[in-house]
């Protein structure tokens, strides 16, 4: 067996050394330098006023923008770090107060989820709020709620004792409609046969619709938020004038015989009523006694 020798033992260590500082470099040199990863700023999506807001209104889709945004970009523009992210918790809900457009929204921003603002406070100024009934369709079968704009009908019945007609007339125009029964949220659902409304009038209405309360039937008429226009044929309708019905005026009678009168009125011929006859006091100052039967005609058709 050849033994090697001491330097022999040498040089191949040397050689394996070389080796491997060799292996490594070659290694060092073909991998890659590493690069360095730099995370983006993380975006969230921010729910926006697209309009300037005010309040007592439900909000729709138009009135939100979503906009993607990071904390810097949210800190820069002076948003407050905690606002409503879904837009679901903001579509329907009324705000009591208002917000520009670009404001985000957060809780306090907006009334109790189905409730709004108090009929107080809806009130402008000089205004009042009068609760009237109504009959059967008399809200436009449900679709007249708190915040519509409505004109009042009113359908007055038939009074013989007055020679009133059933008569039918546009009471007010281009009212506020406050509340539907007990419910004052704007916009919301109301019965289809509400029993009574509430409305934002002036004093003189107020006293107009409580002079006609008890004679006959309020309903009412819906119309555009944005219709100013004013009814110039509002005046009184009865049915034979929209039949185009020829009328007969009647006219009236005082019959005086004796210390009584009866008043007794007369249409087409005959006699239509007759007021039970009253004890009249009417005696001659200079005699002392009562006058001779009379009967005294008034003509209420040609002012006789």
Do not use: C, W
């Not at 073909?30 to 700023?41: D, G, S």
């Not at 969230?44 to 904390?71: F, K, N, Q, W």
């Not at 226009?229 to 009678?253: C, K, M, Y």
């Amino acid at each position: 067996m050849t033994r090697l020798s001491p330097g022999t033992i040498i040089v191949v260590i040397f050689a394996i050394l070389f080796g491997l500082v060799g292996a490594y470099s070659v290694k060092a040199y073909l991998q890659p330098e590493p690069v360095e990863v730099v995370e983006a700023p993380t975006a969230v999506v921010v729910p926006l006023a697209s309009i300037d807001l005010e309040p007592g209104r439900p909000l729709t889709m138009s009135d939100v923008m979503l906009v993607r945004l990071t904390r810097e970009q949210i800190s820069k523009r002076g948003l407050p770090n905690e606002f409503m992210s879904n837009p679901k918790h903001i579509i329907g809900r009324i705000l009591r107060e208002p917000l520009v457009k670009g404001e985000s929204f957060g809780p306090t921003n907006f009334y109790p989820e189905g409730f709004g603002p108090s009929v107080a406070q809806r009130l402008r100024p000089g205004l009042r709020a009068i609760t009237v009934a109504l009959q059967g369709t008399g809200a436009v079968h449900g679709f007249a709620s708190a915040g519509s704009t409505v004109d009042v009908l009113f359908r007055a019945k038939s009074q013989s004792n007055r020679d009133l007609p059933e008569t039918t007339v546009t009471l007010l125009e281009n009212v506020e409609v406050l509340a539907i029964d007990n419910n004052s949220v704007p916009g919301s659902q109301t019965s289809k046969d509400p029993q009574t409304v509430t409305l934002a009038v002036t004093s003189e209405q107020a006293r107009a619709l409580k002079i006609a309360e008890g004679n006959g039937i309020f309903s009412l008429s819906l119309r555009s938020q944005n219709d100013p226009t004013r009814d110039e044929d509002g005046g009184a309708t009865t049915l034979a004038q929209l039949l185009n019905i020829p009328q007969t005026v009647p006219f009236s009678s005082e019959i005086y015989r004796g210390g009584a009168r009866q008043k007794v009125t007369f249409r087409d011929g005959s006699v239509e009523s007759a007021d039970p006859a009253t004890v009249t006091i009417n005696r001659d100052p200079s005699r002392g006694v009562v006058p001779a039967a009379r009967t005294q005609v008034s003509n209420q058709a040609n002012g006789r």
